[in-house]
T-cell receptor, first 113, second 114 residues
Framework: DTAVSQTPKYLVTQMGNDKSIKCEQN?????MYWYKQDSKKFLKIMFS???????INETVPNRFSPKSPDKAHLNLHINSLELGDSAVYFC????????????FGPGTRLTVT | TQLLEQSPQFLSIQEGENLTVYCNSS?????LQWYRQEPGEGPVLLVT???GGEVKKLKRLTFQFGDARKDSSLHITAAQTGDTGLYLC??????????????WGLGTSLAVNP
């Protein structure tokens, strides 16, 4: 069974379009995240949700809007895509108790042309 | 801004060699984790260390947390081609309060050649 799954795996789209990435975890975790990994492999946290409540919102353009319908799902919608949005986006989950171990999905490679 | 510095950034060695990767910071962490990421996949947790001076072993991998909980090292003995990947360290801020998150290093890209 896949612990953290994301769809789609690959996303190629044109500038200005709107797209969504979906994430689901079946680990029973209460916290979910979106990370962006750039071409230099640096992992940067974007958002964190705990029990459907937004708890971390890093400096991310408001074209990015996360939505958590329940504890097991965290989706990411991106409006008006730009070239600089091209990256690999990872969903992750964890339990809020210590230590803060995170379990990652396989990633969504977004290419904006 | 908290930083976790990893060194070396790139490492290319022959199968059978030993290597050590370092993760350093001026901040104290309540825990530190090591992940390995293979191409096209998400990072996978290898180990978590929580106590200053702690040493954990995972087969040929030895992880150590510094006494002051500001640094960590990963030592691989007799590297194999299957060890190839991006190794990431991540520390949890000891004083984050409600703003808990992991501080990530930039990664060490390891290539083990046959």
């Amino acid at each position: 069974d896949t612990a953290v799954s994301q769809t789609p795996k690959y996303l190629v789209t044109q500038m200005g379009n709107d797209k969504s990435i979906k994430c689901e975890q079946n680990l029973g975790h209460d916290t979910m995240y979106w990370y962006k990994q750039d071409s230099k492999k640096f992992l940067k946290i974007m958002f964190s949700y705990n029990n459907k409540e937004l708890i971390i919102n890093e400096t991310v353009p408001n074209r990015f809007s996360p939505k958590s319908p329940d504890k097991a799902h965290l989706n990411l919608h991106i409006n008006s895509l730009e070239l600089g949005d091209s990256a690999v986006y990872f969903c992750a989950s964890s339990q809020r108790r210590k230590p803060y171990e995170q379990y990652f999905g396989p990633g969504t490679r977004l290419t904006v042309t | 801004t908290q930083l976790l510095e990893q060194s070396p950034q790139f490492l290319s060695i022959q199968e059978g060699e030993n290597l050590t990767v370092y993760c350093n910071s001026s901040s104290v962490f309540s825990s530190l984790q090591w992940y390995r990421q293979e191409p096209g996949e998400g990072p996978v947790l290898l180990v978590t260390v929580v106590t200053g001076g702690e040493v954990k072993k995972l087969k040929r991998l030895t992880f150590q947390f510094g006494d002051a909980r500001k640094d960590s090292s990963l030592h691989i003995t007799a590297a194999q081609t299957g060890d190839t990947g991006l190794y990431l360290c991540a520390g949890e801020n000891a004083h984050a309060g409600n703003n808990r998150k992991l501080i990530w290093g930039l990664g060490t890209s390891l290539a083990v050649n046959p």
